[in-house]
């Protein structure tokens, strides 16, 4: 690990740099909590974030997007849709948000190709901060994960101090660095930096067993267990809004007589009307139906098609379920259930 | 930059072919491209299929029912049910679609070639068989004998009635229609579908059956088909789901691990009975 050093005093510079050729997306604090907003001062910056409310997903992978527009009627046009290819970049992303895109890119990359997706995605500039405190239902390193890793993004700053500890893991990173704001790092800060890891992955108290979860999830999918979980389950969908790996979505027509738009839209599969048919049949009519096949996208169907599990340890489900459905709970319960 | 799949190309309605009426109507719309280059392109397999959509209302997956065989158009068979096929029901010819695909696999054509096939058909379910049917007919000196089995509620809701008058008139195919309740003057079967295939009790020599339908009848279907003895790699079906995006991303299709849009819709019996999951 050969590093670099940013001074805090030099961090406001550093933002500007990367404003000048980007823009600049970054954790804002507002009313108490903490957002990613696109900045225009480096002091909107709220270094010491938490966990931001939502996760940055939006910012790829927008919550409504045009697909393209359209005349509609006896003189049917289409006309494609403008993809913005500008540059952007997201300023301290944490290290499981930033997992999170390489958890969903193959979605969108694969097969057949999302330009919207991936023209964003490669045109996105990721400067990582690690998490030195996580949250309380935080639990990346069920995954092996470490809230202070630099494997998802194009560099990392870890906060040692008076300086942050910086990591580069991408081509991108490699020119960012170039800047005479970076000093190189001693084996000093090498080892402060291990020291703020360290101390961070022990804060986090909550574990989620995933021992060959995929495997054990196969053999109790008809398990009574299921409803048990799904009973108090109150269908809204806040589980997947806040995930930053949930990618399910909708498409709509929007439409007067002489304009419209086909447009995309989030969708959860927490509503029985996700599977309806035009029939009236629906193979996922309950909850249980449908928490279940939650758990599994995540916990059996990623790891069988992309061999990783779908979910990054960010606790937001946890954090904004109003009736308490804990997915390290859930998961860890399943694995447990004798088939 | 890839181009955008989501975005269909247009298609003229050629033709509009009533097939049933009344409170499940179902009609065939043969499409033709308004690119000329990519009307001559357009490749597909019997069992994939197509979004079709009205600008405005909205886009649905179907099967696509005509036959690759048959060249200068496409053609889809809608029941009307929703809020875009109630849409599509009421369009006129000339009105112009949105059509993106084809998507999804397809039959083994090639595997089947030297076998007798059984089509097992209920209601709407014969649009992706009509395909299929035809697709062998125009390729018969490639496979061996042909039964089409194929039932309906009433003789109203029997779709490609005219198109089942032809066939039965050829030598080359057996065709075992009925339909669920008696009716005055209806000599054929009287009953469900998987009871019409005990009756009709084809050899599993040889044979591959395709069958599809609503859930309960495919269900029914396979467990006779394996009472005539039938093994899993002969029985093939073909499903549907809602869909919206139709290439694997949406999420809402899937059994298990597969997405039907894409790593269907057409599944063998021994894939679907390894495949866990709500369908």
């Known amino acids: 690990m050969s590093g670099y050093i940013l001074s805090k005093d030099n961090l406001p510079k550093f933002i500007t740099e990367i404003m000048g050729k980007n823009k600049v997306f970054a954790p804002v604090e507002v009313n108490d909590e903490t957002y990613f907003k696109e900045i225009k001062n480096p002091k909107d910056i709220n270094m010491k974030y938490d966990n931001s409310k939502l996760p940055p997903k939006s910012l790829l992978f927008c919550q409504t997007e045009t697909l393209f527009k359209f005349t509609p009627g006896t003189k049917v046009k289409i006309q494609p849709p403008d993809i913005n290819n500008s540059k952007k970049a997201i300023f301290g992303i944490r290290p499981c948000d930033a997992k999170s895109f390489f958890i969903i890119d193959p979605v969108f990359k694969e097969d057949f190709e999302d330009p919207f997706y991936v023209t964003r995605r490669d045109n996105m500039l990721l400067v990582g901060l690690s998490c030195t405190n996580p949250y309380p239902n935080c639990f990346c390193t069920s995954f092996n994960d470490s809230p202070a890793s630099s494997k998802h993004v194009d560099i990392l700053l870890t906060d040692i101090g008076e300086k942050y500890f910086v990591e580069v893991n991408s081509e991108k990173g490699k020119k960012i660095v170039k800047s005479s704001l970076f000093k190189p790092a001693t084996k000093a800060d090498e080892t402060k930096k291990k020291e703020v890891e360290k101390k961070a992955v022990n804060s986090i108290t909550r574990f989620q067993k995933i021992d060959k979860i995929d495997e054990k999830l196969d053999k109790i999918f008809e398990n009574h267990f299921w409803k048990e979980i799904a009973d108090k389950c109150l269908r809204c969908g806040t589980c997947t809004y806040l995930c930053p790996t949930c990618h399910c979505f909708d498409i709509q027509d929007e439409s007067t007589m002489i304009e419209g738009g086909r447009v995309r839209i989030w969708d959860t599969c927490m509503i029985p009307e996700y599977t309806l048919q035009a029939s009236g049949y629906n193979p996922r009519p309950t909850r249980a139906n449908r928490v279940r096949n939650r758990v599994y996208h995540k916990y059996n169907y990623y790891p069988k098609n992309l061999d990783v599990i779908a979910c990054v340890g960010c606790g937001r489900c946890i954090e904004g379920c109003p009736v308490n459905i804990d997915i390290i709970d859930v998961v860890t319960r399943a694995g447990e259930v004798k088939p | ?279």
């Open chain 2, 1 to 279: 930059m890839s181009e955008n799949p989501y975005q269909p190309n247009l298609a003229t309605i050629e033709n509009i072919k009533e097939e049933v009426g009344g409170e499940r109507a179902i009609k065939t719309f043969r499409l033709k491209f308004q690119d000329k280059n990519l009307q001559n392109n357009f490749m597909f397999q019997p069992g994939q299929c197509a979004m079709v959509s009205l600008l405005g209302k909205g886009e649905c997956m179907f099967a696509i029912s005509s036959s690759p065989t048959k060249k200068g158009y496409i053609e889809v068979s809608v029941m009307r049910h929703g809020k875009v096929t109630k849409a599509l029901h009421e369009a006129e010819v000339g009105d112009v679609v949105g059509v993106r695909g084809p998507y999804g696999n397809n039959f083994d054509m090639k595997g089947w070639k030297g076998k007798n096939i059984v089509f097992i058909g209920g209601g709407i379910g014969q649009a992706p068989l009509r395909c299929l049917i035809d697709y062998v007919l125009d390729n018969k000196k490639d496979y061996g004998k042909l039964d089409v089995i194929y039932g309906a509620r009433t003789t109203e809701d029997i779709s490609f009635k005219d198109e089942f008058a032809e066939l039965e008139k050829r030598k080359d195919v057996s065709v075992h229609l009925s339909i669920d309740v008696k009716e005055d003057g209806w000599k054929k079967f009287v009953g469900f579908v998987p009871d019409n295939l005990l009756k009709v009790k084809p050899s599993p020599k040889n044979t591959i059956a395709v069958t599809c339908g609503p859930p309960i009848m495919i269900k029914f279907v396979i467990q006779n088909l394996e009472k005539l003895g039938f093994n899993d790699d002969q029985i093939f079906t073909t499903l549907e789901m809602r869909m919206k995006c139709g290439i694997g991303k949406c999420g809402r299709c899937n059994i298990g691990n597969l997405y039907v849009c894409k790593d269907g819709p057409v599944f063998s019996y021994r894939e679907l009975k390894k495949l866990q999951g709500e369908r």
